[in-house]
């Protein structure tokens, strides 16, 4: 099993341009999670999907999508960067009823 | 009153020491208490967790201890090995939402 796997590993964007980030599970986990980890401030929830075609808000939504395509996959979108989303961004998963998140490896993006 | 504040931002500790770090929190609705720990270039892992009908939890080398009515837990790590050495993320948990502490960056010097 390769778990949680995110592309692309590392990205350079110009400020005003778009971009997805792909995030595939497959441990047949139920949820599907985006964060943002920014130095001294741990991890930001971005959205959620608790199940096949559902998507939520987390706590740091704005300038930013999601699709969760099928069960396997959930992708984050992100239409106009700004340098303000130059960030690490971790994709995780979780089975329905167990606490524990399982994060792929991440992808870093750096916004000019 | 979302909020988990952990402490210390940083620590260094000599091989075979214990590392402590802390955390509080105030919203007692949380009901699972986890630490995480990362390794540079990797995503967060599950390292050890607690719910609050417990004040104690051990594994290995890793203890947390959970004080409930000071809402307060920390993480012990006994003597303290070079691999160890990463960053430890404290979280709480309210229906199956992590709300994350800011990281401490462990060193453990040879």
């Known amino acids: 099993n390769a778990g949680v796997t995110q592309t692309p590993k590392f990205q350079v964007l110009k400020t005003g341009q778009s971009m997805t980030l792909q995030c595939a599970q497959d441990?047949?986990?139920?949820?599907m999670y985006w964060y943002r980890q920014d130095p001294g401030m741990g991890l930001r929830l971005i959205y959620y999907?608790?199940?096949?075609?559902?998507?939520d808000k987390g706590e740091v939504p704005n300038g930013y999508n999601v699709s969760r395509l099928n069960k396997r996959e959930f992708s984050l979108r992100l239409e106009s960067a700004a340098p303000s989303q130059t960030s690490v961004y971790f994709c995780?998963?979780?089975?329905?009823?167990?606490?524990?998140?399982?994060f792929g490896p991440g992808t870093r993006l750096l916004v000019l | 009153q979302q909020q988990v504040k952990q402490s210390p931002q940083s620590l260094i500790v000599q091989k075979g020491g214990i590392s402590i770090i802390n955390c509080a929190y105030e919203?007692?609705?949380?009901?699972?208490f986890p630490w995480y720990q990362q390794f540079p270039g990797k995503g967060p892992a599950l390292l050890i967790a607690?719910?609050?009908d417990v004040s104690e939890k051990k594994e290995g080398r890793f203890t947390i201890s959970f004080n409930k009515s000071a809402k307060q837990f920390s993480l012990h790590i006994m003597d303290s090995q070079p691999g160890d050495s990463a960053t430890y993320f404290c979280?709480?948990?309210?229906?199956?939402?992590?709300?994350w502490g800011a990281g401490t960056k462990l060193i453990i010097k040879p």
């Open positions: 995780a998963s979780r089975y329905g009823g167990q606490e524990t998140q399982y």
């Open positions: 999907s608790a199940s096949e075609g559902t998507t």
């Open positions: 607690i719910r609050p």
């Open positions: 979280a709480a948990s309210n229906n199956y939402q992590l709300i």
């Open positions: 919203n007692t609705a949380f009901d699972y």
């Open positions: 441990m047949n986990h139920n949820s």
